[in-house]
């Protein structure tokens, strides 16, 4: 042994045992619970060369052992999920908005159409249809689609996902778009709960073909353009279905890429309102 490790053993003799001091698990558990689980009288803030000197005792491992069953064994309690709010919003921590909006029913979709973001909308779709399927489900969308500035970032399987689970839950969808509502985005905002389909006056809408993205070996390019085919077709049959229109002339339109502000969005019967006064007629 060293120095230290002598005079260390030296002092920590007490009533006939060598009793090793005190290890730093044994500094982090209180001197209450550590009497409690060993039935010990602890002195509370002396070190364990006082306690030897006071005449306390000094835990032993297997004490400690008792102690750490007793903690194991006790139930957390959570008194509050969220808490109390007090003082001006200076002084107090930013609470969890996307929570908060959740239980008012609504969904917002605020980024590009990627498996992430999917994952997301659909869990909130099917979590309200359980919750309650009659009240109706907001979805707020500010998206430009599966891309952005002329590059692919999502599949359009992700728009289609987002579609079929909006038909599929009972409680009718309203969609509302803020901001920009482009590409896939502009389907899904179209195939809202007809009557109940809106846009803020200074939102963007724009409907486009669906951008190919596929790379690969020679002989796989002419599969790769069945599948773009095959995307663009289910596009037109969506935009078909919402806008009212044959799709000989959605298909013409979407040749390039086509613009609305919200009054001609309703004159295309991409939506159905404008909305400048709150959502009294949502």
């Known amino acids: 042994l060293t120095g230290l490790g002598r005079r260390a053993v030296r002092l920590s003799t007490f009533r006939g045992a060598i009793v090793a001091p005190p ?9 209450s619970t550590l009497a409690v689980a060993s039935g010990a009288t602890v002195c509370r803030g002396l070190s364990w060369r006082r306690r030897l000197e006071s005449g306390s005792r000094i835990p032993r491992r297997a004490d400690r052992r008792v102690a750490a069953r007793a903690l194991a064994g006790q139930r957390l309690e959570i008194k509050a999920v969220i808490p109390s709010l007090q003082g001006d919003a200076s002084t107090q921590s930013p609470p969890d908005l996307p929570s908060y909006i959740f239980k008012e029913r609504i969904v917002y979709l605020g980024m590009t159409l990627v498996p992430s973001v999917t994952e997301l909308i659909l869990a909130e779709l099917l979590y309200l249809q359980y ?17 952005k500035e002329g590059q692919k970032y999502g599949y359009d399987t992700e ?39 809106a846009a803020l006056p200074s939102a963007s809408i724009m409907i486009k073909q669906p951008i190919n993205a596929f790379r690969g070996q020679a002989s796989e390019l002419e ?30 339109d979407i040749n390039r890429p086509k613009y609305f502000n919200p009054w001609e969005a309703v004159e295309y019967g991409l939506i159905d309102q404008v909305l400048d006064g709150g959502m009294k007629n949502m």
């Open 159 to 197: 728009a289609f996902a987002i579609y079929d689970t909006m038909k599929y839950v009972n409680p009718p969808v309203h969609t509302v778009a803020v901001g920009t509502a482009w590409g896939e985005a502009a389907m899904l905002l179209a195939s809202g709960e007809k009557g109940h389909r």
């Open 223 to 252: 599969i790769q353009r069945k599948e773009i085919r095959n995307t663009k077709r289910q596009t037109m049959d969506i935009l078909a279905k919402g806008i009212g229109k044959p799709i000989e002339e959605i298909e013409k």
């Open 131 to 147: 919750e309650d399927n009659l009240k109706p489900i907001y979805l707020y969308i500010n998206s430009t689609g599966t891309s």
């Open 23 to 31: 290890t730093r698990c044994c500094h982090h558990m209180s001197s």
